[in-house]
């Protein structure tokens, strides 16, 4: 068996992995990528990247929809699932193509197979051709997860589809029960409703996108009913059986048993680690009780040669944190005293509205961080842009510390919260007090208008909002701020 030498080698090729190989490039060591799939991992093929690809078409087929109102008098959109799938398809393509470019233009050798230790210092890789022997002093595991499956639901692609399955978008089935409210459940479930299914939801907790603020979570519920779904909380499926050319989902809704008829079945219940047949147990890897591979504030495992990042190293399970500690764990290796210091890591919903959070985001939350919290809310149905693009619903709420009017956290509920949570992010990593904000110009008339104005909000001084400081109000009540 041929044996090949780095300094460092990173097994996993997605959001975390990509991203430490080539930042061990560029700090001089001369490193590996090993991937058994294509470059990307979950986030390019069949997460991030394409799901977004399929929210933005079906947030178009909704648009066209009800351009009515607008005055824009169009027929029922009508879509072409083949050439659809085919646009994902490029959009996977150009990504992971765009991966390997920059994997190859920093010098980092890309190796394809599957990876497993044989030792703290050596992995074998059994790819496409000959197996081989891969030594380093250092190794980066980037291994990712895998969706759990559930009992009475086997994913077999033709019944039963996971998330893998439902972004590939076979076909767009007339009834969809979409098994699992948290984020992938309902970003999925809400792109196969605008294109035309049926889609029940169920969902074991009492509220869907469980941890999130209860009135941004009802403005996306509001706005799926409409759309021809049904959303059962406190709800458990059991199991599924075909019955003539329909599948019946049995499931305890409320304690009580229904039955749902449908045509397919998406499984969207969360993500568990993959480190099976990674050899890591022989090794002495610590493992978490949830199964993700323990870390220090470096990244690096119980075994001193071994890290490990991304969602293998536990959640919140997002590429741009996987990313974050690719760069830590290069960093580390390469002799920088490199840590996990960030203070804002923002997570974002691309459901409809969108809904992003950073920081502290509830009172109760900046309560138990030892807080008195002060709340600013600005409701985009006051604001000019937001308005004008016929998107007024949702809020900006921030939370500041009532007393040094320190920034604490954000949660943004309306258009484009995804992209607007940026602004809050680097607010909160700058330290930024709810006066910085509030004192910054904000380009007229833009959406980031509306997290300025929470911010003068929760200081007694919003402009397009009526300022009533010590008691509940309605975020937004005033005149548009379109002057
Ligand atoms: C539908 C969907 C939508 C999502 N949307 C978002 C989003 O909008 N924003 C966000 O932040 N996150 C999103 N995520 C989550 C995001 O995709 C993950 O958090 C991210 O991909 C984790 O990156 P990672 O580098 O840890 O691992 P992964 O991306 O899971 O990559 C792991 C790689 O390791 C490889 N591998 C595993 N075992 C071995 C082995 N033994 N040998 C060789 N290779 C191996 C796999 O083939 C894979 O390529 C989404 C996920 C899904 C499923």
Not at 83 to 93: A, C, G, H, P, T
Not at 155 to 160: L, S
Not at 314 to 328: D, Q, R, T, V, Y
Not at 404 to 432: I, N, Q, Y
């Amino acid at each position: 068996m041929a044996t090949r030498n780095f300094d460092a080698v990173v097994i996993g090729a997605g959001p975390g992995g990509y991203v430490a190989a080539i930042r061990l490039a560029q700090l001089g060591k001369k490193a590996a990528l090993v991937d058994r799939e294509e470059l990307g991992g979950v986030c390019l093929n069949w997460g991030c990247i394409p799901s977004k690809a399929l929210i933005a078409a079906a947030n178009l087929v909704d648009e066209i929809r009800h351009a009515g109102g607008r005055g824009i008098l169009v027929g029922e959109p009508r879509v072409d699932i083949d050439k659809l799938r085919e646009f994902k398809n490029e959009v996977v393509k150009k990504m992971t193509g765009g991966v390997g470019f920059l994997e190859k233009g920093n010098g980092v050798e890309v190796l394809k197979g599957n990876a497993r230790f044989v030792s703290a210092t050596a992995i074998e890789v059994d790819g496409v051709g000959e197996k081989i022997r891969v030594e380093a002093p250092a190794f980066i595991v980037a291994t990712g997860g895998r969706p759990i499956e559930i009992p009475g639901f086997k994913v077999d692609g033709q019944h039963v589809w996971s998330a893998r399955e439902a972004v590939d978008i076979p076909e767009v089935p007339k009834r969809l029960v979409a098994i699992g409210g948290g984020i992938i459940g309902m970003e999925l479930g809400t792109v196969y409703a605008k294109l035309g299914s049926q889609v029940t939801f169920l969902e074991a907790l009492p509220q869907v996108l469980t941890g999130i603020d209860p009135e941004a979570v009802r403005l996306v519920t509001r706005g799926l009913k409409p759309r021809g779904t049904t959303i059962h909380v406190n709800a458990r499926a059991q199991g599924y059986e075909a019955r003539g050319n329909e599948l019946v989902v049995k499931a305890e809704v409320e304690g009580k048993p229904v039955e749902i008829p449908c045509d397919k079945v998406l499984v969207a219940v969360g993500f568990r680690p993959s480190v099976e047949g990674l050899g890591l147990e022989p090794l002495g890897v610590k493992l978490t009780p949830r199964g993700f591979i323990e870390v220090n504030p470096a990244y690096r495992t119980s075994v001193p040669s071994i890290y490990a990042i991304g969602d293998i190293a536990g959640p919140p399970l997002l590429a741009h944190k996987a990313s974050k500690e690719g760069e830590i764990a290069a960093e580390a290796i390469a002799g920088k005293k490199s840590v996990r210091d960030w203070v804002a890591l923002p997570s974002g919903i691309f459901t409809d509205p969108e809904i992003a959070v950073v920081g502290l985001a509830s009172e109760e939350e900046a309560r138990q961080a030892g807080h008195d919290p002060v709340v600013g809310k600005f409701s985009f149905g006051a604001l000019g842009r937001s308005v004008a693009i016929a998107h007024p619903e949702g809020f900006v709420k921030v939370i500041g510390d009532r007393a040094s009017k320190l920034l604490l956290g954000a949660t943004l509920c309306g258009p484009d919260a995804c992209d607007l949570v940026a602004e809050a992010a680097l607010a909160l990593e700058m330290g930024a007090y709810l006066e910085d904000v509030a004192l910054t110009i904000h380009a007229h008339p833009t959406l980031p208008e509306a997290f300025m104005e929470a911010c003068k909000a929760a200081l007694g001084e919003a402009i397009h909002a009526l300022n009533r400081p010590e008691r509940p109000r309605r975020a937004g009540a005033g005149a548009p701020a379109s002057a």
